[in-house]
Nanobody, 124 residues
Framework: QVQVVESGGGSVQAGGSLRLSCTAS????????LAWFRQAPGKEREGVSI????????FYADSVQGRFTISRDDSKNTVYLQMNNLKPEDTAMYYC?????????????????WGQGTQVTVSS
């Protein structure tokens, strides 16, 4: 049984930093593309960042480019999202997702496994 668990969310002031972690079990971690999505109240879930199976290719939404960094540690079955210079508009529930193959990596529908989410709140 696959389990995906996020952690590291919290409340920070604008300009602050948080590091999200996501650990998956029950799957061969290195065979999966991993992504972070977020969803704010009343808005659709949106892709934040994606990392390839090898960890070499990394992609970011325009809104977080230069502020967020995605990484993975396959020895720990964990993917991270380092978030710096946080803004109030980054406030959302952040979800980790995994998929083995994808055509549109920014589409939530492409991802097989999801965590429960971790809340990030940024105050001005």
């Amino acid at each position: 049984q696959v389990q995906v668990v996020e952690s590291g969310g919290g409340s920070v002031q604008a300009g602050g930093s948080l590091r999200l972690s996501c650990t998956a079990s029950g799957l061969t971690f290195g065979n999966y593309i991993l992504a972070w999505f977020r969803q704010a109240p009343g808005k659709e879930r949106e892709g934040v960042s994606i990392i390839s199976k090898s960890g070499i290719a990394r992609f970011y939404a325009d809104s977080v480019q230069g502020r967020f960094t995605i990484s993975r540690d396959d020895s720990k079955n964990t993917v991270y999202l380092q978030m710096n210079n946080l803004k109030p508009e980054d406030t959302a529930m952040y979800y980790c997702a995994a998929t083995s193959e994808v055509r549109d990596s920014w589409s939530p529908n492409e991802y097989l496994y999801w965590g429960q989410g971790t809340q990030v709140t940024v105050s001005s």
